[in-house]
T-cell receptor, first 116, second 113 residues
Framework: AQTVTQSQPEMSVQEAETVTLSCTYDTSESDYYLFWYKQPPSRQMILVIRQEAYKQQNATENRFSVNFQKAAKSFSLKISDSQLGDAAMYFC?????????????FGTGTLLAVQP | DTEVTQTPKHLVMGMTNKKSLKCEQHMGHRAMYWYKQKAKKPPELMFV???????INESVPSRFSPECPNSSLLNLHLHALQPEDSALYLCASTSGDSNQPQHFGDGTRLSIL
């Protein structure tokens, strides 16, 4: 069975600094997708970034980038120039390649605080 | 603004009440999902509809009854709920293409008295 592990329940970063959130996963599949979702207190789960396992190049979305290490089954999220609006719960998620009914498997989440 | 709309945003109900949660999307997505989320926990999958047919039921108690009247609408009918059912209920949708992410609504905060 696939599992996703986030070992940092809480993190804190100063505004304008850089922070890295860790995520590891376990799977025997070779084709899959990895996602980082952000959930602020407003409740909506917002997609931050996604990575296809077959792509070696790390995904980047503005201030957000990932370090995808397929052999190590690691998928960390780096937030550069942190802003107050980045404060939220961050969930790492995995989905095996295939149809839309394949389940999205979430990690336990990392609560990120941004200090002014 | 979210592209997946959930109503109501908050719901308080007694254990003997019957109520429904509604989810709507107009992105042409073919798969829709219900999740239950407790505070500071990840969402737990409840149901998946694909092309308006129930494809996954994660052993959810029968007091939760999903319905997909059409490709844009997903309901969750609630009856005789327990206090432990108090949670945030999230709806999500996706196009059906395997490389597309799920889009989530804002959720309904449900409290059972």
């Amino acid at each position: 069975a696939q599992t996703v592990t986030q070992s940092q329940p809480e993190m804190s970063v100063q505004e304008a600094e850089t922070v890295t959130l860790s995520c590891t996963y376990d799977t025997s599949e070779s084709d899959y997708y990895l996602f980082w979702y952000k959930q602020p207190p407003s409740r909506q789960m917002i997609l931050v970034i996604r990575q296809e396992a077959y792509k070696q190049q790390n995904a980047t979305e503005n201030r957000f980038s990932v370090n995808f290490q397929k052999a190590a089954k690691s998928f960390s999220l780096k937030i550069s120039d942190s802003q107050l609006g980045d404060a939220a719960m961050y969930f790492c998620a995995y989905r095996v390649y295939g149809g839309a009914t394949n389940k999205l498997i979430f990690g336990t989440g990392t609560l990120l605080a941004v200090q002014p | 603004d979210t592209e997946v709309t959930q109503t109501p945003k908050h719901l308080v109900m007694g254990m003997t009440n019957k109520k429904s949660l509604k989810c709507e999307q107009h992105m042409g997505h073919r798969a829709m999902y219900w999740y239950k989320q407790k505070a500071k926990k990840p969402p737990e999958l409840m149901f998946v509809y694909s092309y308006e047919k129930l494809s996954i039921n994660e052993s959810v108690p029968s007091r939760f009854s999903p319905e997909c009247p059409n490709s844009s609408l997903l309901n969750l009918h609630l009856h005789a709920l327990q206090p432990e059912d108090s949670a945030l209920y999230l709806c999500a949708s996706t196009s059906g293409d395997s490389n597309q992410p799920q889009h989530f609504g804002d959720g309904t905060r449900l409290s059972i008295l």
